[in-house]
């Protein structure tokens, strides 16, 4: 599968972004689908990820209650609503996919082959 992420950009705290990952390739009935984001000299963190059959989804504490994701199965996609955005969400966000779709393993960046090439979000103060 080849993943496209876009929809990145600079917005002021408290503001909102909407990311899209483009998704192409193999039928994605038994993938999960991922957003991860990374800083420089900073681990690639988890972020987000969603089922795509069932639509179950999984939240770092850091973003839940402010971020939803979800997929759109026409159009391929599986977005990333952010809301009420600080300063620390500044990152590069990567969506990634894992064609084994084992929940557990949703929160774990290893358990993703496919990744996008990734979009920036700037936050600022």
């Not at 689908?33 to 989804?57: D, L, Y």
């Not at 929940?103 to 082959?113: F, G, K, L, P, S």
């Amino acid at each position: 599968v080849q993943l496209q992420a876009s929809g990145g950009g600079l917005v002021q705290a408290g503001g909102s972004l909407r990311l899209s990952c483009a998704a192409s390739g193999p039928t994605l009935n038994r993938y999960v689908i991922g957003w991860f984001r990374q800083t420089p000299g900073k681990e690639r963190e988890f972020v987000a990820a969603i089922s795509w059959s069932a639509g179950r989804t999984s939240y770092a504490e850091s973003v839940k209650d402010r971020f939803t994701i979800a997929r759109d199965s026409a159009k391929n996609t599986v977005d990333l609503q952010m809301n009420s955005l600080k300063t620390e969400d500044t990152a590069r966000y990567y969506c990634a996919g894992d064609r084994t779709g084992y929940y557990r393993y949703m929160t774990i960046r290893t358990a993703y082959e496919y990744w996008g090439q990734g979009t920036l979000v700037t936050v600022s103060s």
